[in-house]
């Protein structure tokens, strides 16, 4: 043997002694050396594929798969191939590129299927058509293996992916099967404590969840793997919150964030506990834990889930600044479409609770132009229609509201956006489409709304003057919905289609029923106004008097406490209590000074002190008003008033001179 060739082998067997030895630094730079010789030729082969050997070993996988590569195409009748077959699938296992492994694991099975390493090599390409979620592929593979190698010592391994594989395909009862088969054959602790665990999970997602903590329970007393100890932990806690045992899930969680500082689900582990202490009605202990998570896992991808949620507790709260700054943390942080959107939409919320509706419009804009294709676009769509009905754009609404309807006939807020639209359509004065929007909500499943949509077709019907078929509906509302906290509602809309049609007495009636409700209704006012001027027409005048009164009492701020006050002033007037009905006219321009009846209440003083033949008097207070109110219809009627007081004192004047 030549020279150099000797010193080749010594490369290679000091080489792989540093191999064997881990010391892989040396060992690359000894099969290095034989490659940078150009006259090297007996062991290049040698010194490539071991090359490779040590690459991999020290997770250098591109240089890895650079000579194991090599090996296959420039030595394709080498005693390494099934070996570079072997290595390669596994370097690319581990690189993540399961196609292109499993490929080459399937060379070794189809190829050289009597090599030593045919068996694993099966077994690997089931591995990565799991690891690929080439499910089906999978199963057959392993199957395939336990078929042709019943006795291997890889074979629990084999039930094992098995099982995972089986998870995966929803085929749980036979999961459970392989994983059983996992630990009957395994004759070493690691192989049945991950199917253990796997099992618990397994029996975690049929909501087995007593099932799962025996199998949980049984892996730490029988083999006490430390490596799964945290995770069993975890796992028992998430099946504890499940059950809404928030003591025993928050026992768990906190065991794991005391004794395992590293495991992989402490972030987890802070997110669940908040959630536990939350459901336990602890908002104030949930806030510091959620706050914990972000502090000290600021890159977690669980820390927008942290904000979303800190933004609901402080919604629920009332604190709308705090809420709207966790919700735009939520949106900036989240790498998920759905807690995203999710946050814009709370955003949105919170701006319409605050009556900022631009601003709700706004955002929910951004949720129609930016995620489209999120399945929240259909409530971005419905919230944004009621923003613009809001604001008033009934038919900007009806556009909106009837493009949802439209591109999401399936969705559920369906009902509610036709509900919309009625009372969209209603605003603009077009009843007849009203009403055909509200009777498709009546023919829908959505029953909460059918009382609303009810009243809704009576309140078209009146509007467009169609007094009897309104009068049938409330008359089919009260029959229908005896116990509604809202009848009341119903029985006053009757009241005025009685009125409509002529039959006062009837109204009056209603209205006064309704008045000896227990509680204040919010139409009060308005029944106490009408009863008040029908007794007023009746000249049943201290009674109406009464009524009037009783709303400037009850409700001061009322949207007719000043037609209430001017109507109580004509009561006083025609019971000849003339300075009290002055009072209550000075009273309605003073106070009320923005009303339409400011003006006419101004003058009516005048005219008082003209009936008490206060002429002087009546004249200063017509001047009064023609001076405070220039170039109107007070001005003219303050001068023909004054004209004729002037003609009324000429006329006394002569009657005393004759």
Not at 476 to 485: E, Q
């Amino acid at each position: 043997m030549p020279a150099f060739g000797m010193e080749e082998q010594n490369h290679i067997i000091l080489g792989q002694k540093y191999y064997q030895g881990d010391k892989l630094q040396q060992a690359i730079y000894e099969f290095n050396s034989i490659l940078e010789q150009p006259q090297s030729i007996l062991y290049k082969e040698d010194a490539i594929y071991w090359l490779g050997e040590a690459y991999l070993k020290s997770g250098d996988l591109e240089n890895s798969l650079n000579c194991f590569q090599q090996i296959i195409e420039q030595y394709p009748s080498s005693k390494y191939i099934v070996f570079a077959y072997y290595s390669k699938g596994w370097a690319l296992l581990e690189q993540g590129n399961y196609i292109q492994a499993t490929e080459s694991f399937e060379k070794i099975v189809y190829d050289f299927k009597d090599d030593k390493l045919a068996p694993a090599a099966l077994l690997k390409s089931g591995e990565c058509l799991y690891k690929n979620s080439s499910y089906l592929r999978a199963v057959s593979q392993l199957n395939m293996f336990l078929g042709k190698y019943p006795t291997s010592e890889t074979v629990p391994a084999a039930y094992y992916y098995l099982g995972l594989t089986q998870y995966q395909l929803g085929r749980l009862e036979d999961a459970i099967k392989s994983f059983d088969r996992t630990i009957e054959v395994s004759s070493g602790q690691e192989d049945a404590s991950l199917a253990l665990y796997a099992k618990a999970l397994v029996y975690m997602k049929m909501s087995r969840y007593d099932d799962a903590i025996n199998s949980l329970d049984a892996l730490n007393e029988k083999y006490k793997n430390e490596l799964l100890a945290g995770d069993v932990l975890f796992r028992k806690g998430e099946i504890y919150l499940a059950q809404n045992n928030y003591a025993k899930a928050i026992e768990n969680f906190d065991q794991l964030i005391e004794k395992f500082a590293n495991s992989q689900w402490l972030d987890s582990a802070y997110l669940y506990k908040a959630e536990a202490l939350l459901s336990m009605g602890r908002p104030d202990a949930a806030i510091m834990w959620y706050k914990n998570l972000i502090r000290m896992f600021p890159d977690s991808g669980l820390s927008p889930r942290a904000f979303y949620a800190l933004g609901d507790i402080y919604l629920k709260e009332n604190q709308y600044a705090d809420a709207l700054d966790s919700f735009r943390k939520a949106y900036e942080t989240s790498k998920d479409d759905n807690t995203t959107v999710g946050s814009v939409l709370k955003m949105a919320d919170i701006k319409m609770i605050q009556k900022d509706y631009n601003a709700a419009i706004e955002l929910y804009d951004i949720v129609l132009k930016k995620y489209s294709d999120n399945q929240m676009v259909s409530s971005a769509q419905f919230q944004l229609g009621v923003a613009l009905y809001q604001i008033k754009n009934f038919r900007g609404a009806i556009l909106c509201l009837q493009s949802m309807v439209l591109n999401f006939p399936d969705s559920s807020l369906r009902p509610e956006a036709e509900y919309q639209l009625g009372l969209s359509y209603f605003k603009i004065g077009d009843y007849e489409k009203a009403k055909e929007q509200f009777i498709k909500v009546l023919n829908s499943d959505a029953k909460n709304l059918h009382f609303d949509a009810s009243l809704q077709i009576g309140n078209s019907l009146y509007n467009n003057k169609q007094f009897e078929e309104a009068l049938h509906i409330f008359d089919k509302i009260i029959k229908n919905y005896p116990d509604n906290k809202d009848l009341w509602k119903a029985k006053y809309e009757r009241a005025w289609c009685y009125y409509q049609s002529g039959a006062d007495k009837k109204a009056l009636d209603e209205f006064m029923q309704l008045l000896t409700r227990q509680e204040d209704l919010e139409i009060t006012p308005d029944i106490s106004f009408w009863i008040g001027q029908y007794l007023y027409n009746q000249d049943k005048l201290d009674k109406a008097g009464e009524y009037f009164s009783n709303i400037l009492d009850k409700f001061p701020q009322s949207d007719i406490a000043d037609q209430a006050l001017y109507w109580l002033g004509w009561t006083k007037y025609k019971l000849k209590d003339y300075e009290a009905a002055m009072n209550d006219f000075r009273r309605v321009f003073v106070e009320y000074p923005d009303s339409a009846l400011a003006k006419e209440s101004f003058l009516n003083i005048g005219r008082i002190l003209m009936e008490q033949d206060k002429l002087d008097l009546a004249i200063m207070k017509f001047q009064e008003a023609a001076d405070k109110f220039p170039g109107t219809a007070v001005e003219k009627s303050a001068h023909r008033s004054i004209a004729d007081i002037m003609r009324r004192k000429t006329q006394i004047r002569r009657m005393h001179n004759d």
